[in-house]
């Protein structure tokens, strides 16, 4: 039971980020919308920023294992970095929802969050960079997916599938 409380802690924490600004959630609001009480919150996470860290952290969690699953398919970290996220479906829109409410804690206030979107961030740069041994070729791959996965959570258009395609061809080490 622990672990769903901590997941619809987590949830609610999501949720208010997407309407609210990182300065006005709170941690009663934050339990009222888990339905906890705040002793239930603070039992998971002591302080607000702990929580923020925690939410950005399943955030890294959940992104590492789409990219494990990928890999396991046949998938470079090349390919999955540079595919064009599709949004219509329940796990895609889940996590554009919590990157979303994740950059919204990156204020430069929080030590322990910044510290915790960095961690995510390397760890995506980290396949990227054992599959490619050219580091500006990695970086450059993660510069190209990161401007697509952007594109895609704002509904803007998304490139010609055949220019798509050539991209990854030229891209792919």
Same mark, same amino acid.
């Given at each position: ?19 609210? $600004? ?6 009663? !609001? ?6 906890? $009480?705040?002793? !239930? ?5 002591? $302080? ?21 699953? =990928?890999?396991?398919?046949?998938? $470079? ?12 479906? =329940? ?10 409410? =994740?950059?919204?804690?990156?204020? !430069? ?41 952007? =594109?895609?959570?704002? !509904? ?18």
């Amino acid at each position: 039971m622990a672990q769903g409380t901590r997941d619809r802690i987590l949830d609610a924490l999501e949720k208010l980020l997407l309407v609210s $600004s990182v300065a006005q959630v709170t941690l009663e !609001g934050v339990a009222t919308e888990a339905g906890v $009480s705040k002793g !239930g919150l603070l039992y998971h996470f002591p $302080s607000k920023e702990a929580l923020l860290a925690a939410m950005v952290r399943r955030l890294g969690e959940r992104s590492d294992q789409q990219l494990a699953d =990928a890999v396991a398919g046949g998938t $470079s970290a090349t390919e999955f970095y540079l595919q064009i996220p599709d949004s219509s479906t =329940a796990e895609e829109l889940s996590l554009f929802r919590s990157i979303i409410a =994740a950059l919204r804690t990156v204020d !430069g206030q929080h030590d322990e969050i910044q510290k915790a979107v960095i961690e995510v961030m390397r760890s995506w740069d980290q396949g990227l960079q054992t599959e490619n041994a050219d580091p500006v070729q990695a970086e450059i791959i993660r510069l190209v997916g990161d401007g697509i996965y952007l =594109a895609a959570m704002l !509904g803007l258009p998304q490139p010609d599938p055949e220019l798509h395609r050539q991209v990854i061809e030229r891209l792919m080490p």
